[in-house]
């Protein structure tokens, strides 16, 4: 079973996701928030995949980036990043620091997990 950990502070957001991911028969690990994704990222088996919002409190989602990729556990972990920001500078920063795909919300389901199971194969 492949596992997918989600960042993101909106709980409707993120529990949505955690429920469709779940349906799709992914293992699903969530976090709250910036410190709180921080915090599991040391701790928590390196997952298949990983989503971050980029607006959150504590740390945004471009530390949490940077962080993650400063693990060389998670080196080779695919990272979407899902948020609200949409300049085309938000964009290329997230990709030129280790992102692997930005989904911008808000997303549509279907598409989004196509950009999982692409990420995933």
Known sequence: MKSIF???DDDDIRLIIEYMLE???YQVTTAKDGKEAMDLI???DVPDLALFDVMMPYADGFEVL???REQSKWDQT???MLTAKNQESDI???LDNGASDYVVKPFKPNELLARIRRQLH
Do not use: C, M, N, S
Request: hydrophobic fraction near 50%.
């Open 6 to 8: 989600i960042v993101d």
């Open 23 to 25: 349906r799709e028969g």
């Open 42 to 44: 040391g701790q928590i």
């Open 66 to 68: 940077g962080f993650a």
């Open 78 to 80: 695919p990272i979407i």
């Open 92 to 94: 290329v920063r997230a």
